[in-house]
DNA sequence: TGTGCGATATAACGCTGTTATGGCAAGCAC
DNA sequence: GTGCTTGCCATAACAGCGTTATATCGCACA
């Protein structure tokens, strides 16, 4: 009661006591008692601000929509849009990985209890903020301009670098790569092969690929990934 | 009780009937007392043949991937291995869209109920059978034979294949890829710059997506693509 | 003809999401 | 200041969930 007492509104307690809760002990945790004992209030809390569970869940993937597509935005943008690319992929392995249970919920078609957020609002969801596929047809676009990948619609050959990036996340997180190799071995060999295949030049494709990697090693090196650079897509609280 | 007696053991009516209701009816179906009216017995039975619902949903998983492998399997081997990459891709997504519900749980990492199945058991239960994931790497292997994709490690060759196109069978699924385009615009199209990026001669990768197009098309045209050639991973009895 | 043992039905326990009820406190009309 | 309305919350309840303890049934075997 006290101890959890702030001058924060009710809701956005919820919301952050579900992200957490979300993260540290997974989907079985989040139910309606657990959620007001955490907060300090009764259940009535969660039905008098949100309705049900399922508006809540609406919530948490909500922000977790915003806080993936900021951390994609603060991917920074240099002259070689193919290595954007590469970096763009490693910051949206780097959020699934951060939060897996919310990633499932948010984009691998995962229910939460037994409420499932409906494709519609998914899509709506991410299409808002600074939409996170936008990132990606943007930069599609710039290897076209600069010659680098062959002229085509930019939002299919993005479509075609999501599926390839989500299925190896999707892969990783489930587990189906364990003992096979990691992200150096699969994934951006991968991505060499989707850019070479798309008509990047392959010695452009090899410096584009390195400085990727280099960048991952850094990262890597300065500390826990998925706290180098802003908090990924946890909703931890400090 | 005696609507659905008859001589089948009631252990293989519970598995039938859990794969049944959570093909047509979803996750949320899946109750120890819905299940076990279904079968005309009190919900003993699946303590007493199972131990509990996580028991059951692990024969209901493995049942899914002996099914996942068969059909698989049953791609024919033709004297183009990048055609029949194409014919695996599209025998996997078939599969896929016939059991969404099951192949979340058994490829997605999607907790069923408040189970969730251990990675490394679905990893062995990948591995058992024909092993879904070796068929793909058979057909890897002989496209470096013929000198179609270059010489490397086909293992991870196909885990990169395998990401792809499990990446497009999700974001299919959980509907991110809706009114944006389908198989023939994002999934062909990226089997072709894989196949390219992997050394192929542009103009045999041509040929060889055109075949595997004509196939699809052609089992379009033949009637509902999941009932044709063999049931696909649907549990649903007669 | 017992006899033992596996399978089952029944009823219960603790949990879940949800809701009906009642009380409490703040804001506003007069 | 008094009375009323309105919104938020605590309590307690309901139906359903997975699971289990107990008792009963039926069948194989000595």
Redesign the pocket.
């Known amino acids: 009661m006290a101890s959890t007492s702030s001058e924060r509104p009710?809701r956005v307690r919820l919301v952050e006591a579900a992200a957490r809760l979300l993260s540290r002990e997974g989907p079985q945790a989040?139910?309606?008692?657990?959620l007001?004992n955490e907060v300090?209030?009764?259940?009535?809390?969660?039905?008098?601000?949100f309705?049900?569970?399922?508006e809540l869940v609406r919530a948490v993937v909500d922000e977790g929509f915003a806080r993936l597509a900021a951390h994609m935005a603060a991917v920074p943008r240099t002259a070689d849009p193919v290595a954007d690319l590469g970096s763009l992929a490693l910051a949206y392995r780097a959020n699934a990985l951060a939060n897996p249970h919310l990633y499932g919920v948010m984009l691998g078609g995962a229910p939460l209890?037994?409420y499932r957020v409906p494709p519609a609002e998914l899509i709506e969801g991410r299409r808002n903020d600074s939409d996170t596929f936008g990132v990606l047809v943007e930069a599609t676009k710039r290897a076209m301009a600069d010659g680098r990948f062959r002229s085509g619609d930019p939002a299919v050959v993005s479509a075609q670098l999501w599926s390839a990036i989500h299925g190896f996340v999707m892969l990783e997180l489930a587990g189906h790569l364990a003992g096979e190799p990691d992200v150096e071995t699969v994934l951006t060999p991968l991505l060499a092969t989707i850019a070479a295949g798309l008509g990047d030049d392959p010695e452009a494709t090899a410096r584009s690929v390195a400085a990727v990697r280099s960048h991952l090693r850094a990262e890597a090196g300065a500390g826990a990934p998925r706290e180098a650079g802003g908090r990924a897509v946890a909703v931890d609280g400090p």
């Open positions: 009710v989040l139910t309606a008692r657990r007001a300090g209030a009764s259940t009535m809390a969660l039905y008098t601000h309705g049900g569970m399922p209890g037994r």
